[in-house]
């Protein structure tokens, strides 16, 4: 076997394609391999078929490099790979809320037949807990080369809009193994990341896949627990935006991931905490993760209060009202629209009957596919030409350069709701505006 080992990434999606093109660069033969022939044409024209900063640059850099390629072939991949990386996704199934773990079962079961030596596979994706155990006795049975085949688990941390830094310049790796052959083999597949001294903890299996979700729920826990407070400002005139800043200094709080707002969307974040609290109940401990249906509910509430101070600043009633949404991407640098707090507000007040226009930097044709009702303008000032209000929703930095006096002249009356504390409110008042934001005083 080669000291650097030839790496697959099965499913070239939105954390596929990011670790494929980044091994790449940093020096290791890749295969990316996908059922979509779309997307794998797509890649190997040197496109990628969502938006992340960076990623397009080097893409092209490791398709120069001719060290990148993709297939459709799962036996290319199993000819090829010494490591197999499975990147695809687990949302949430449709008919309950645990994790559909369709892809990653036909991922394994297409793969296995193919590996006819020693070879390691790698879990990335978000799974429930036991899961791993259950794939490794699935992939000796099925691989001719049984027993030889093992299965470690690395779970993925990476955010969207940062995913290149992330993977290149992780916090820290987790090695989820059963052997000291398959702990090395890992060290050989993330090489060059080790060597700028990135922590690796190496533990078990199920730690390893528990890690991630444990992760997510924190940071899901620390927004909706600002988010709480922000409702207890609300009742008392307090100020959330001064309370997460006073809170913010101690040290053992952090200012991150406790800003308040409209609250966390995407395609990880409400999907896990759910999957782990389904998953908990049928281990039987349901009652120690109980609180994460809160905090989905807290989350849930924030989305109804920004369409009820749209309300509130329409007099009470939305219908045939020209509402400006700014923003359709569940945050900004991104133009994922999975479950995002954004378009559920906009659509929420289309469904009152006003008359919703929607402008975002990247998301548009996105939130056009799945939102046809919804009217699209060009720009943040078109979006607004004529509005009762305009609703903030995702916080690109180009709407927080936005002139309040500029669009105060194409409105038709000035009243905003800044659904991300995005804005500083005495700059707008100052312009004339009515200026809202949750959990702060009007
Ligand atoms: C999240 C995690 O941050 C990553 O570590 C993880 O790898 C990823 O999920 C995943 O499981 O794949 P991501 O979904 O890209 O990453 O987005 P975040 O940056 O975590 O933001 C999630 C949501 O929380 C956004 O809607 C954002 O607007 C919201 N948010 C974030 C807040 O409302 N307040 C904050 O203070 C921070």
Redesign the pocket.
Known sequence: MPASPRLTVIGTGY?GATHAICMAVLGFEVLGVDVDTDKIEKLSSGEVPFFEPGLPELLTKALESGRLRFTTSFAEAGAFGDVHFVCVGTPQRADSEAADLTYVDAAVTSLAPHLDRRTLVVGKS?VPVGTAARLAALLRSLAPAGDEVELAWNP??????FAVD?TMRPDRLVFGVTSEWAEQRLRAAFQPVLAQDVPVKVTDLQTAELV?VA??SF??T??SY??AMAEVCEATGADVHDLAEALAYDERIGG??????????????PK?IRAFAHRAEELGVGQAVGFLREIDGINRRRRARTVDLVVELCDGDVAGKRIAALGAA??PN?DDIRD??ALDVAATLHRMGADVVVFDPAAMENARRVHPELAYATSALDAARDADVVVLL??WNEFRDIEPAAMAAVVRRAKIVDG?HALVPAHWRAAGWEYRALGRPS
């Open positions: 954390l978000t993925e941390f990476l955010r969207e809009g992330d991630k992760a997510n940071l899901a620390k927004i600002i988010n991150r991931f406790l800003r308040p707002g409209l609250g966390f969307g995407g395609g990880c974040l896990d569940f945050k991104s995002a707090p995702t916080e991300r």
